[in-house]
């Protein structure tokens, strides 16, 4: 809260009421008395006003508007950390010079075809397998995952190819049985704003993605960090995976200007799905590509042996051969931009 | 999954491919030979095909597209239950010709303020107290609520005021504490696809009322609502709360067209938050009126003595006697829709 | 232009370029130096600032973000003119406590057809015929429209009727002959950014029905409105008709809370258009009462005498005896709220 | 209109209905009883039905919905035309295998400033000049731009440094000046749908370039597409300009995902426009590197030799030497992509 913008009618009263409201948080009001509007500047360290003092405000009479100026998140923000963030996993970084890809199927199936997909993208060229063992579904009769024994397979690919695992945790109750297999902790896009699995993630130690919400903006995003972070967990990654808008030629619309966008506005490494991002394994490799052109520090991908009897996300799920031929071809823009994949 | 669109190129042997796939499942399949497309309606009863099965199909070589004619929801749709679902809360009823109107703080702030508030609005003309004891916060660093104490307080206030009381659940393990008090419970926008949350309310017997996602078109609430009542709980209501577009005029964009949308669909009653839905305390009263006459079932408002002093969306609550006086002047628009306050 | 937020790194030759700037401008500036953050408030008349120089300011080194307080239109704001504006058109008067109705075809068809239809809308209590001798029309193959024989029916079927008209132009070359015949030129929702079109019906003397654009806000509605009054037409309406959202299951987002946000911004008159706001027959009556609950000055609906023979937008018309049916139910919610029909 | 899907309640004699109507316009019906629902196929050459008579089954009683499978335009469509459409001006051509950039200021403001930038985006590495004549200026006290002085202007640039020059037109009645002097007519964002507009254009024999309406549809672009080829003209480029949607972060939401998805559905060359897409100078290097990655045919990038003094859109303009560097930048990722600048 920042800048307090008076109705035009506000009364000398009213706007004595909130100067000494202001002075009661120990904050410093400048009233300038423009020909048509008053404003008030707020001087101080405002950063400790919280949402209620700020709701307050907005909701005494005389007051038409309040303005932020602040960020309303600090851990997360670029001012509170100059230099980016790097997360090491298993001795893999991201956020540094090096672009990993994680790679595997949208969720795990059983032991065989998810070591197979392993193995194959291992093969790829790949740093992290993904693959999902609690798969949120919009219907109650979809398949909804393998649980633990999911978890199980996971470990045992990694075991086979030394892949780091990441895997999406939905439910605070699932935290610690997935804190005991998984290398990287994703929350989904549906979970963004379950804050209370974001306080649960931030207890831990674990590396955390967190994707972006269906139609969150990037300050909510950057807020839900900040629930992660608040809590002593700093190694937090964000997935920019696509947002709703009316085209549906694409499963989502892939936001690729988020990218510079948060290089800007924070140190934490951005990490970007364009499986998810596009929903049409024909869009995967040229917006992956994009992505790295935009300064990605990691990619997501789909893929999986045999897409058409993939449980889920089938139809956006790249096959190995192709996950490995865009291997190849994201290196040179990775070169142009100053990376390395 | 009801009509397969294949692309132009597809080979006699793709499409035999998805037959064959088709009949494995049970289902007869019609291909239409176009001269410039072929189709092919799938013929049985799919509304057992599966999401993945679904999937499975798009994921297919030669298949463009395909087109679900069945709604994916079953129990919560009008043609499986024709009648209007009434939900009778300690005699009050949801669904029926009276339009019951349930009124209170954002956040149970403690004993006293809640008391006169449910006071004031039960003297106003409200049938349920609203109030939350645990808050979805955007910041980590605002109030979150009371928890059971705020729980606790509002019992008293149904004690004393006899209103049935409405108050939200945002995680699973909070459900045995809620349930304990609550006579709905309210499922939060932002948890509107916590899957894992909505089986376990699915899995007690109280009345649910669930908000619309920020963004979630309307057969995406109503999976939603499957997912409650696949398991066994049918008492479900939807509530309307505004989605995010690109106008910033109001908080969110109130969706009216919703509710004969929803009357078209489904058999649950639909409630309106006009309060929410604009998030200005000016639109509030209007734009109640409006649901009312679009056929909303019942009305959620936020009302507060002290609005400057609320410790959360003070800028959206009505003070008391603003709720009263808005109540009267629902009363002959209730009456001139056939519906009665 | 009012407030001008630095950049954290603002050096003190950047922020005495800008206070420069704006002095040669006339304008005074009030520096606030945060303890994070400076803030300059601009005093003075930062009305006469345009566009160009806010942008200027935008792009000075060291300035971070310029935060408009002032409304960038002026002619049709509340303030510069508090009552309610009406507009009189043949004895018949929007914006006053009467609602009058428009109703007719999308398209007119035929002499028969038009002066059928607006016999029985007459009938049914219409105060206006609507009907497009212009049409837009997305694909180039469909029928444009019978441009000036359009426009002879309708002022025939006003002979027959007494039914002032209304009509669309979409071109400023067309501005003439329709000037002829309408009593209200109305512009489209694709033509609502159409700067010349706006500066020429702003040089006629005609009332003009300004439709919200698919994706506009209400903000750069009231630009548009301010292009025509800035040449001396005062008499302009404004029409909501729905915006684009990612809901698919109406065929755009009625958003009814745009009817008060405009009371409060403006005296201009709010119609609404229930037809193209839903897209579907079946929603059009609850939408048009739900409009006129939430404070719409006029409607304007589509009706047919038979919609499964109409060249445009039959599934969204309504046929005569429901318009009629219609119209009697407007009536006790138009009392409701100290209206009338 | 290819498939047609029945109410659950359609009766026999509604669905004779419908196939007559079929057969009467030569198409065949291919009825398909499912146990739920009952689907019409339709056969024959679908491509002739014209909107209204899609309009016209969706309008009869017993139908639910109309599924249209064929695309609705043809001249656009890759299915027309397999091949690349190469688009030559004056030697430079669009949409092979090099990538052209266009480059200049927002509006062109005077002589001396418009020589000066052309030739420092021609040292630059530009092959086209930009530069509006005729401004859409969102307030009507805002410069509307030179008129026909500025394209002189522009004309004079053209012979001094050899670039072929771009420019917007918005009114029809402009046409006959613009295309004396311009090599490539631009129509702007809002203009998309200005369908007389796009006729007039189809007329002439000048390069069009397309820019994307703020809420358009891929399939609404392509339609505009159409009706200037319809007329003749097919030298159209297409250019994404970013999309309206939730987020305020940036100016738009540039959807680079759609120049895949446009290079799938057309052969017309896709121009980015990073510049307008995100509004934002810090963030247009960046996201023309993204642009060429995702298989962009040329880019238009604002440049300006003071932005600060620009009369638009100065904040998002680079500086020369920006626009050099982006230039040299820009090299390998074409060639990583197998193209060039």
Redesign the interface.
Known sequence: M??I?LK?DATEDEIKHVVKKLESRGLKA?V??????T?I???????KV???EE??I????GVENV?R??K??KLASR?FKKENTEISVRGVVIGGRKIPVMAGPCAVENRTVLTSIAEKVKAGGASFLRGGAFK?????????GLGEEGLKYLAEAREKTGLPIITEC????DLDVIVKYADIIQIGA??M????L??EVGSTQKPVMLKRG??S????WL??A??IM??GNHQVMLCERG????????RN?????????LK?LTHLPVVVDPSH??GK???VA??A???????ADALIIEVHTN?????????Q?LKPDQFAKLMQ?LR??A???GREI
Chains 1, 2, 3, 4 share one sequence.
């Open positions: 920042d800048i913008v035009t400048n300038s008395q423009g020909t048509e509007r404003i500047g707020v001087i101080g360290d405002t950063s919280t949402e209620e709701d307050s907005r909701a005494a009479s303005v100026i602040l309303p998140y001012e949120p579904r919009t219907s109650p009769y979809s398949f909804q939905m439910d605070p109750r549906r979970n704003q379950n804050f209370r974001l306080l269906l139609s903006t990037i300050k909510e807020m839900s900040e629930y608040s809590r947002i709703r808008t009316f085209e549906t030629a694409t619309t892939l936001d690729l200007s988020a990218v510079p966008v800007q991002g596009t394994r024909d869009l040229t917006m590509k994009a992505a790295v052109a935009a300064g897409p058409e009897e993939a449980m889920s996300d089938g139809d799920s071809e040179p823009i070169l142009a931009v």
